[in-house]
């Protein structure tokens, strides 16, 4: 499938409700294959739709932009754009969550939901975005090609699933 094919669309926070099984299913499987997302193993089904119905309430206080890629109508992946940062840092945003499922990648989705994520941020009145990713991981590859600049590595930072210690890249990019 093309990455042409894929809509890109803003979810409202009843919109998160509506797709909150598919969502929960997309950040399951994230830490199924290994991903450092904030979470351990093991970790269910159910512990990711609580994961979402938090995000949802963030995202009805404006809190946190949620967007999502649909590939034929089924949602494949989503990425959030973080906006409740302290009062002096107003024009800043941090992008977190970037997840798509194993049977979807290497189609330019998550290229599409970054771009998505960068144009809103952009309409929010943004113009400098930070977020971090594991070290040399797929993610970061990404982000060194959509133009995001690299700050330095964090040993140790986080831990994937398993509990092993991953280190850390912190990027940043203007709008
Ligand atoms: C990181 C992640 C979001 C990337 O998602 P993705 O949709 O596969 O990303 P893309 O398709 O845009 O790019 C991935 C690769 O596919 C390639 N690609 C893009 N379109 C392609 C196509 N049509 N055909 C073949 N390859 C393609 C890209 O060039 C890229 O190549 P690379 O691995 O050599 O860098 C995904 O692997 C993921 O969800 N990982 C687990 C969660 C995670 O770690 N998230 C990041 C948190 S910071």
């Known amino acids: 499938m093309a990455a042409d094919e894929i809509e890109i669309r803003r979810l409202t926070s009843a919109d998160v409700h509506e797709q909150l099984a598919a969502l929960a299913s997309v950040l399951e499987d994230c830490v199924a294959g290994g991903a450092s997302v904030s979470y351990l193993a093991p970790f269910s089904h159910e512990d990711a739709r609580s994961v ?14 949620l967007l999502a890629a649909f590939a034929d109508g089924d949602l494949v992946g989503t990425v959030q754009v973080i906006l409740a940062l302290p009062p002096n840092q107003p024009h800043r945003a941090e992008i977190a969550k970037l997840l798509v499922h194993r049977s979807a990648r290497k189609r330019g989705i998550a290229q599409l939901l970054m771009e998505g994520a960068e144009a809103e941020a952009r309409a929010e009145g943004k113009t400098l975005l930070v977020l971090d990713a594991v070290t040399g991981g797929d993610a970061a590859r990404l982000y060194e090609r959509l133009g995001w600049t690299t700050v330095g590595v964090i040993p140790g930072y986080a831990l994937y699933p398993d509990g092993r210690p991953c280190d850390t890249t912190i990027f940043w990019k203007t709008l």
């Open 52 to 65: 979402f119905e938090g995000f949802a309430a963030e995202v009805e206080q404006g809190r946190r932009l």
